[in-house]
């Protein structure tokens, strides 16, 4: 069944395409698949982010963004756990969070600083230094750490890895990374004398 059947049986009433089979080839890498789902889903996915942002722009990101995601994602998708509309629509939506927590931090960030530069003029050359000197310290104490423990932290504080994905990147079992990550940080705080 071709794109378009597919969308007219969708649109029309008919027997619902099968959302679920779709992603399954789109893990596959089948483009065309891929197709159908956008066709299927971006609707509803810019519905989501619409609501959620209130504005059309950054909805329009944030559903673009959503839809790469379900592209990469797709072979996480599993059937037993929910139906595949669901699944797109969970992306959409941690999307749609994740950009509406940046921005809320971006404002407050500004805010900071905004309150922090009047208390005080803004000498550029002395922060570089200062980020450059804090910089050389968090790497000798990443150093320090065992070969495990720091590619653990690099993949999950730096990479943005959750412990699953770094377990399965450093072919460990995801217990022991997450025991590594925490003695690291431990290792870590002591290391900067942080409190």
Request: aromatic share 6%; hydrophobic share 45%.
């Amino acid at each position: 069944m071709g794109k378009r059947a597919s969308l007219s049986a969708h649109e029309g009433g008919g027997a619902e395409p099968d959302l679920a089979g779709l992603l399954l080839r789109v893990a596959t890498g089948d483009e065309a698949a891929f197709a159908e789902v956008y066709d299927l889903m971006a609707g509803a996915v810019l519905g989501l982010a619409v609501r959620m942002m209130r504005d059309r722009a950054q909805a329009e990101e944030v559903a673009q963004e959503a839809l790469v995601d379900v592209w990469r994602r797709a072979a996480h998708y599993s059937p037993e756990r929910g139906s595949a509309r669901a699944w797109v629509l969970t992306i959409a939506h941690r999307r749609a969070v994740d950009r509406i927590r940046s921005e809320y931090a971006a404002e407050h960030r500004e805010d900071r600083a905004g309150r922090l530069e009047e208390r005080r003029p803004f000498d550029a050359v002395s922060e570089s230094a200062l980020a450059n000197l804090e910089h050389e310290r968090v790497r000798g104490c990443l150093s320090a750490l065992t070969e495990l423990q720091r590619e653990s932290i690099v993949l999950a504080y730096y990479n943005g890895y959750t412990y699953v994905e770094a377990a399965r990147v450093l072919r460990t079992p995801a217990g022991t990374v997450k025991t590594r990550i925490r003695d690291g940080l431990i290792r870590l705080r002591d290391c900067l004398g942080v409190a």
